[in-house]
């Protein structure tokens, strides 16, 4: 059974005198009743039919004190919930609708005026958890399907795809506590900050723009775009020397990469004294060639793009090689002669 509150304002009078009873009555009512704005945190946690009594006394005093301030959604609430069991309780629900309709075209006609039409969405949220607290046997699946396709409608409002977890939040702020140093640190990784971003979503329906997600985000993506930018310079230069070569100085400049590399293989072995007479050869061969280089590049410099300075460098490198070729060669000759002075001394 439905509370009716116009019926309970009625009750109140006990005059014979029908206008002053309801005047009088709905006084009462009004003056122990604190405005909904100015109600304690306590009586904000009241009972839905105790809110409903109270918001429904609230436009009973609208009605009686400023009938300009009736909104269609006064209106709508006192109809809905309340039931006119008689005559003068119809004409009060009928004087509500009829004030409200009124307010908002005098409204249109003067914005100064009246009511602007608004509904608001936590109203009618209020409104339905009080009808089903009211009449849970009135809930059919038709009406559950109804209530389910607006949840999704408000959540997509929202930027929800889901439904929230709140069973995950405890999780989600051990993740909170755990990243929050990595960001400050700019040490968060991509893996963390994808698997933060997947739990606050799943347990809010969404993640919250600007917060430690995003941020979290923001940081690897930063980084990621620095450590691409220092790969692409790199791999720039090297494109621009090797696009900057012609054929013959690529040849050039392989050939001397590969001395180079014939230089740091025997090198040890000059050090221990353990050098053979084949890399002896190949050295000298590949001195010979390297010689022959330089002289072609002093030849051709007027044509070539190598610099004057590039080629004073590799002359230079020519003559410390050669005499440490001439060294190297050298050696193994005295080392000849001496092992044959010896033997004949022996003989």
Known sequence: MRYN???YFFTRSQTNDDNMSDASGEQKLVDNTPDQEHSTPNEQEQPSEAKLEREMIVILHKLKNDPGSITTEDARRLSENTEAKDERSARIISAVESLAVANVEVHEKNPELGQVPHTSLLTVVRDLDAAVAR????????????????????????GQHTAPQPELEPQLREAYARIEPKIEQGTVTKAEADHLH??????????????????????????????????????????????????????????????????????????????????????????????????????????????????????????????????????????????????????
């Open 135 to 158: 009449s849970p046997e009135d809930v059919t699946p038709d009406v559950l399907r109804g209530a389910q396709s607006i949840v999704s409608k408000m959540q997509r409002a929202v």
């Open 5 to 7: 509150p116009l019926s």
């Open 198 to 347: 997947s739990l606050e979503a799943r347990a809010h329906g969404h993640t919250e723009k600007g917060g430690l997600t995003a941020i979290a985000q923001s940081v690897v993506a930063k980084r990621e775009r620095q450590l691409s930018l220092s790969s692409g310079s790199t791999n720039g230069r090297s494109r621009a020397s090797s696009k900057s070569l012609t054929p013959q100085e690529q040849s050039r400049h392989d050939k001397e990469t590969s001395l180079h590399k014939t230089e740091a293989a025997v090198k040890p072995k000059i050090e221990h004294g353990t050098v053979t007479q084949a890399d002896t050869d190949v050295l000298r061969s590949q001195s010979l060639a390297s010689t022959k280089r330089q002289q072609t590049l002093s030849d051709q410099s007027n044509a070539s793009r190598v610099s004057q300075e590039e080629y004073e460098r590799r002359k230079e490198h020519g003559k410390d090689f050669n005499s440490k070729m001439a060294e190297l060669v050298m050696e193994p000759k005295a080392h000849k002669r001496e092992n044959s002075q010896v033997a004949i001394e022996t003989n």
